[in-house]
């Protein structure tokens, strides 16, 4: 039973789309997170909610919206592509602050 | 300063060996210390937690030093399969990790 799953996988665009990443934890976290890793394989945490509510929001263009309709989802909204947008996202989830993090397995996202 | 750092790497090591990867943290109201692995493509996966006190775990050993804030993981008998990155991981806030950039370990026949 797959802990924090993050859909799609992969997602190939085009410069000025607009697309959504989705995660979904079972672990019964309060906690969820969103983080991007560029090609130079830092990651970077973007935002963070609890419980439904936004801890964190990091230094993120106002393209990128999170949205949290309940505790156990977490998803991402990206509006007008760039190509500084690819990278790999991740998503993670923890019981509350402070303690380790659960990562989904990341989706791929490229632009053309 | 980064608010925490590490050696990139690669450490290159050879099957059976000892290898200790440092990593350093600014911020000395840290409160929290962990060390993730990352397999190529793969998301992190928590290795350990890093107690004050330090604490093992099989063959990795995981140290704090709060006075000179840094954090140290000791791998023992390296094995193939430990060939990853491993990223130091630290809290000073409720809600937020700060990732290193990693240290990347290629173990040897």
Redesign the interface.
């Known amino acids: 039973d797959t802990a924090v799953s993050q859909t799609p996988k992969y997602l190939v665009t085009q410069m000025g789309n607009d697309k959504s990443i989705k995660c979904e934890q079972n672990l019964g976290h309060d ?1 969820m997170y969103w983080y991007k890793q560029d090609s ?6 973007m935002f ?1 909610y ?1 419980n439904k509510e936004l ?2 929001n990091e230094t993120v263009p106002n393209r990128f919206s999170p949205k949290s309709p309940d505790k156990a989802h977490l998803n991402l909204h990206i509006n007008s592509l760039e190509l500084g947008d690819s990278a790999v996202y ?1 998503c993670a989830s923890s019981l ?11 989706t791929r996202l490229s632009i053309l | 300063r980064k608010e925490v750092e590490q050696d990139p790497g690669p450490f290159n090591v050879p099957e059976g060996a000892t290898v200790a990867f440092n990593c350093t943290y600014s911020n000395s109201a840290s ?2 210390f ?1 060390w993730y692995r990352q397999d190529c493509r ?5 290795l350990m ?1 890093v107690y004050s006190s330090g604490n093992e775990d099989g063959r990795f050993t995981a140290q704090l030093n709060r006075a000179s804030q840094y954090i140290s993981l000791l791998i023992r008998d390296s094995k193939l399969s430990d060939s990853a ?1 491993y ?1 130091c991981v630290v ?1 000073y ?7 290193g ?2 240290t990347r370990l290629q173990v040897f026949p």
């Open positions: 906690t130079k394989k830092f990651l970077k945490i963070s609890n801890i964190i991740f509350t602050g402070n303690q380790p993090q659960h990562f989904g397995d990341g | 409160q929290s962990f793969k998301e992190p996966k928590l937690s990155t990223l809290t806030n409720t809600d937020k990790l700060i990732f950039t990693g």
